[in-house]
């Protein structure tokens, strides 16, 4: 009778005959990663914020600790964003106000995109939505009496000076305008300050010194004629030397803090009249100076 054949088995141990095959085959697919991976760039800034939010903790962040890139991580069960505490704690001052803040619908219609756009970052609710907007137009209008306040005391002060003619008064939500025409400043084309406008600055440095208690702004201003020779290049070198001269007359002669007074000059580009005409080029020749109320930041 014929002998039954024996299987063949592995010695203990031995792995079986496909593990060598599966095992083949990944080591494959791992060089081909790494070869795609050598191939490839890496944006060495963002390995850098990787390692970085790495370094103190793995996985689990520490409440408010920052996350990659420039946003906050959930703290404490609330969703946080940079861009919206930044906007709270400016009181909703945007880059437009340079231009745009004397006419309040464009303000607020500014502050208005502003939160619709954090809100939809945040992905806040509705109810979350009203809530800050009823604070933003309740901070709004809290900077609006403060500004309408000042003005006020500096027209009452312009009127027993008698410099209502030649200094006009105007406010918004972030800061009280006074606007001395440059005519009455200035020669043409120059910017030493005429001898007939020195009272009118030092009554205005009184002023200041008595009711600004913020941050001040000084910016010259021209109509859009070229100059045709002369001292200054173009109209940008002028206002800045206008705004500038402004600047050192009350610096010298006012009881001012010259680190909270700026002064910078806008050119041709900001005109409140039309150029075309003689009278609304003379209203665009003019120095503006901006007094921020307490709430406000320049």
Known sequence: ????????KLPPGTPAPWMSTFSDMMTLLMCFFVLLFSMSEVDAAKFEEVAKSFQSTISIF?????????????????????????????????????????????????????????????????????????????????????????????EE???????????????????????LNGAFLFDSGRADIKPDAVPVLNKIGVLLTKYADSDIEIEGHTDSVPLNGGRYENN???????????????????????????????????PIADNTTPEGRAKNRRVEIKIYNALSAR
């Open 236 to 270: 940008d070198v002028l206002s800045s030397y206008r705004a500038l001269a402004v600047f050192d007359y009350l610096k010298e002669n006012a009881a001012l803090d010259p680190s909270t007074v700026k002064h910078s000059g806008r050119g041709e580009y900001m």
């Open 157 to 179: 002060a312009l009127a027993e000076s008698m410099m209502l003619e030649q200094v006009d008064v105007d406010f918004n939500a972030d800061y009280v305008t006074l606007t």
């Open 62 to 154: 520490r409440a408010g600790s920052n996350a990659v890139g420039d946003g906050v991580l959930v703290s404490m069960g609330v969703s946080q964003l940079n861009m919206l505490d930044e906007y709270i704690n400016t009181s909703g001052k945007t880059a437009e106000a340079d231009s745009d803040t004397l006419d309040p619908t464009k303000a607020g219609g500014a502050a208005e995109d502003e939160l619709q756009k954090a809100a939809e970052q945040l992905e806040l609710s509705r109810e979350e939505i009203d809530s800050l907007r009823e604070a933003i137009g309740e901070l709004e209008e809290e900077k609006l009496k403060l500004s309408e306040a000042l003005a006020e005391k500096m």
């Open 1 to 8: 009778m014929a002998k039954k054949k024996e299987e063949f």
